[in-house]
């Protein structure tokens, strides 16, 4: 199975950027879909974005809708989150995720890095 492995999270001021990095141990399939969630305390975990892994058809969650940006490097079998204008609220631990099927469920979803934690101070 293919391990996903988060990096780039940390701590930024409100209206700052980050970006977070998801490394794959392989290349994942041309057609599986490479997702984004995260999780808040006491939340459940939400998605925020996804992409085929050969490119096209991204799509994010209204609530980072034109402030987040996920793109690929298919040569280094990364995945990026650009996040930009980032809000308090975006405060969470992030995962990557790999799956097969086009969706925004999380149980779909069968692989899953370990997370990385982003911080927004208001």
């Known amino acids: 199975q293919v391990q996903l492995v988060e990096s780039g999270g940390g701590s930024v001021q409100a209206g700052g950027s980050l970006k977070l990095s998801c490394a794959a141990s392989e290349r994942p399939y041309s057609r599986s879909v490479m997702a984004w969630f995260r999780q808040g305390p006491g939340k459940d975990r939400e998605f925020v974005a996804l992409t085929r892994y050969r490119g096209g058809s991204e799509f994010y969650a209204d609530s980072v809708k034109g402030r987040f940006t996920i793109s690929r490097d298919n040569p280094k079998n990364i995945v990026y989150l650009q996040m930009d204008n980032l809000k308090a609220e975006d405060t969470a631990v992030y995962y990557c995720?790999?799956?097969?099927?086009?969706?925004?469920?999380?149980?779909?979803?069968?692989?899953w890095g370990q997370g990385t934690q982003v911080t927004v101070a208001s």
């Open positions: 995720a790999r799956g097969e099927q086009y969706t925004t469920d999380r149980e779909a979803y069968n692989s």
